[in-house]
């Protein structure tokens, strides 16, 4: 079966602290990307970081990384110096290959709250 | 940058409507998405299309049906409304490719009474 799991509901970190939200997937496609979403309460949801399963480096973008442990199919998402703009849903997807429609697998989302 | 626009951000509409969700994109992409999106649940895929006239069901397509006259508009349709219709509807778009990331609209938030 295909699944992403994210385990955390929801978060509350202290502004300027790193932040990791959790991120396990499952998938017998040895092909696949991983993609992190961001949803502010507007409800637009924001496109953040790309992880290919062969690509030989963990993905990097200004603030966001991704630790991606291949063997223990996971894909943690990584916010360097929180920052109240960052309160919002984040939420973890999976791109097997072999969908041939393209179609995303969702996790249920993480609420972050970032405190002053 | 990409832009997907969505014909209404809230909709109220009664049991038994029939209800048109329109989603546009400027990009020139080929694939476009409908998702319903539920606290708890993700988003769920309701139909896609890669191709004008053409679609495929996703994983919830009872009670919606979709048109893809043009390449840039996408439109769901809800026959006959009810309310566990009820919820945030999303609509993206994206190039074709594995790589490729889906860019998303603003979201309709539709209430069905």
């Known amino acids: 079966a295909q699944k992403i799991t994210q385990t955390q509901p929801g978060m509350f970190v202290q502004e300027k602290e790193a932040v990791t939200l959790d991120c396990t997937y499952d998938?017998?496609?040895?092909?696949?990307?991983l993609f992190w979403y961001k949803q502010p309460s507007s409800g637009e949801m924001i496109f953040l970081i790309y992880q290919g399963s062969y690509d030989q480096q963990n993905a990097t973008e200004g603030r966001y990384s991704l630790n991606f442990q291949k063997a223990r199919k996971s894909a943690n998402l990584v916010i360097s110096a929180s920052q109240l703009g960052d309160s919002a849903m984040y939420f973890c997807?999976?791109?097997?290959?072999?969908?041939?429609?393209?179609?995303?697998?969702w996790g249920a989302g993480t609420k972050l709250i970032i405190k002053p | 940058d990409v832009k997907v626009t969505q014909s209404s951000r809230y909709l109220v509409k009664r049991t038994g409507e029939k209800v048109f969700l329109e989603c546009v994109q400027d990009?020139?992409?080929?694939?476009m998405f409908w998702y319903r999106q539920d606290p708890g649940l993700g988003l769920r895929l309701i139909y896609f299309?890669?191709?004008?006239?053409?679609?495929e069901k996703g994983d919830i397509p009872e009670g919606y049906s979709v048109s893809r006259e043009k390449k840039e508009r996408f439109s769901l349709i809800l026959e006959s409304a009810s309310t566990n219709q009820t919820s945030m509807y999303l609509c993206?778009?994206?190039?074709?490719?594995?790589?490729?990331?889906?860019?998303f609209g603003p979201g309709t938030r539709l209430l069905v009474l």
């Open positions: 990009m020139d992409h080929e694939n």
């Open positions: 998938t017998s496609d040895p092909s696949y990307g």
């Open positions: 997807a999976m791109r097997p290959r072999g969908n041939s429609n393209y179609q995303l697998i």
């Open positions: 993206a778009s994206s190039r074709v490719g594995f790589r490729e990331t889906q860019y």
């Open positions: 299309s890669y191709d004008v006239k053409m679609k």
